[in-house]
């Protein structure tokens, strides 16, 4: 049986205000997940929540070839504003397939690869995370329901499927440019997340230079240096849903 234990709790005075960070240890995947909590959240309905993978490129470094760093600021600051709030923080990097394979990924990115192309690519699926560790620690906190930060429908179906009572999906709208206009299209058209880039007036999606043979020396056979390779794939052909 899975099993959930909360370690610690501490105050963490940030710039959108003061939480309670809480590290919870379990017997599944050895890894220490964390909640971010605003407030008493025990016995309340319609909880504000984010469950958020850990991303230590965009979290950390700022990196804009994804939103995740943007989202996790802007749920921080959305439930600063109601008072009240979880964030969720999830230690599985890159969608559960680890930094090492996220940074091979990129490089497959860079020669054409979509997101999902390059975990296949890698021999992984196109995303590994599971949210029981979620719903394991939404039940410690004692929230009744929650209302989920998120674009993603997988993510509303996996908890629900866990027994969490999600009452409404608000949605997080990111910011548009150059370096994440193919990472969020591939969102959009082959894992289904709510996002209309043509209403965000996204930019046209830039091709990734030919650097195939240089790039691929260094992935150590996981990439084919055969030069730049372009995939359109359509909204159904072929999709991997996030489970």
């Known amino acids: 049986m899975y099993q959930m234990n909360r370690m610690a709790c501490a105050r963490i005075p940030t710039a959108a205000g003061e939480f309670q960070l809480c590290l919870y240890s379990n017997n599944a995947d050895d890894k220490e997940h964390l909640a971010l909590v605003w407030g008493d959240v025990a016995g309340r309905r319609d909880v504000?929540?984010?469950?958020?993978?850990e991303c230590?490129?965009?979290d950390v470094?700022?990196?804009?070839r994804c939103d995740c760093g943007e989202q996790l600021a802007r749920a921080m600051g959305m439930i600063a504003a109601e008072r009240v709030g979880i964030i969720l923080y999830l230690r599985q990097e890159g969608r559960g397939i680890g930094l090492l394979a996220k940074l091979r990924a990129y490089n497959l990115q860079d020669i054409g690869y979509d997101t999902v192309d390059a975990n296949l690519q890698l021999g992984h699926q196109a995303d590994e995370r599971d949210y029981t560790p979620a719903a394991c620690m939404l039940r410690d906190l004692g929230v009744e329901s929650i209302r989920l930060i998120t674009n993603?429908?997988?993510?509303?179906?996996?908890?629900?499927?866990?027994?969490?009572?999600?009452?409404?999906?608000?949605?997080?709208?990111?910011?548009?440019?150059?370096?994440?206009?193919?990472?969020?299209?591939?969102?959009?058209?082959?894992?289904?997340?709510?996002?209309d880039l043509n209403?965000?007036?996204?930019?046209?999606?830039?091709k990734p230079a030919d650097r195939a043979s240089s790039i691929g020396q260094s992935l150590n056979g996981n990439a084919h240096?055969?030069?730049h390779r372009n995939h359109q794939v359509n909204g159904t052909n072929g999709a991997h849903d996030e489970h």
């Open 56 to 58: 230590f490129t965009g």
């Open 152 to 195: 993603n429908p997988s993510k509303v179906e996996a908890l629900r499927e866990l027994g969490i009572a999600v009452t409404e999906r608000v949605p997080i709208i990111p910011t548009v440019h150059k370096e994440n206009a193919a990472y969020l299209d591939t969102k959009a058209r082959r894992m289904r997340h709510w996002l």
């Open 225 to 227: 240096s055969n030069g």
């Open 48 to 53: 504000l929540t984010r469950v958020h993978s």
């Open 199 to 206: 209403g965000m007036n996204a930019p046209a999606l830039v």
């Open 61 to 64: 470094l700022g990196s804009l």
